[in-house]
């Protein structure tokens, strides 16, 4: 029943196919060629059309507010919401975790707190953790202080820095 014919066919079949599939390979690559060369995209191509858009150097329209005007009108209790992103490192009973507790932290000096170990970068730092100083660096952690431990890539919107910082300043120390 199996003998050198059979064998024979299944070889030729498994070949045929791997051939099929190496042309296919071949006349795909030719079709949709990209790149001067055929580099997929190593070498810089010209876009067809330009996308225009209004005012892309300007400053965003929410950081044209100053942050004491918007930290005026913050609301405490969204803040609280806010802070569920940072229940995950942080805790407001006193206790460090990943980071260093929050409570308190409003006026606080920076890397101030005893057994726990602050980066460099933090501990560098000599100044208070002022609404203004703290809504900068919940922009961008890594921005403000680079060489930061703390992996949060940051909030952008100054409404939810301003509402997070006024819930923890309703937390005592």
Wanted: proline residues 5%.
């Amino acid at each position: 029943m199996f003998n050198t014919m059979t064998l024979t066919k299944v070889v030729g079949g498994l070949c045929g196919t791997f051939l099929i599939f190496l042309l296919g390979n071949w006349v795909a690559e030719t079709i949709y060629h990209v790149g001067p060369s055929g580099s997929h995209g190593e070498n810089e191509v010209a876009q067809a059309y330009a996308i225009e858009v209004a005012d892309a150097g300007g400053e965003s329209e929410e950081e044209a507010i100053p942050f004491a005007d918007v930290y005026a009108m913050a609301d405490a209790d969204a803040g609280a919401k806010v802070f569920n992103k940072c229940k995950a490192c942080h805790k407001l009973d006193g206790t460090n975790s990943t980071g260093p507790h929050l409570d308190g932290v409003v006026d606080r000096q920076v890397a101030s707190l005893d057994g726990f170990a602050y980066s460099d970068a933090l501990a560098g730092l000599d100044n208070a953790w002022t609404p203004e100083h703290l809504s900068e660096f919940l922009a961008s952690p890594k921005g403000y202080a680079p060489g930061t431990k703390m992996g949060f890539a940051g909030l952008p919107k100054v409404e939810d820095r301003a509402n997070i910082i006024a819930y923890l300043a309703t937390m005592p120390n």
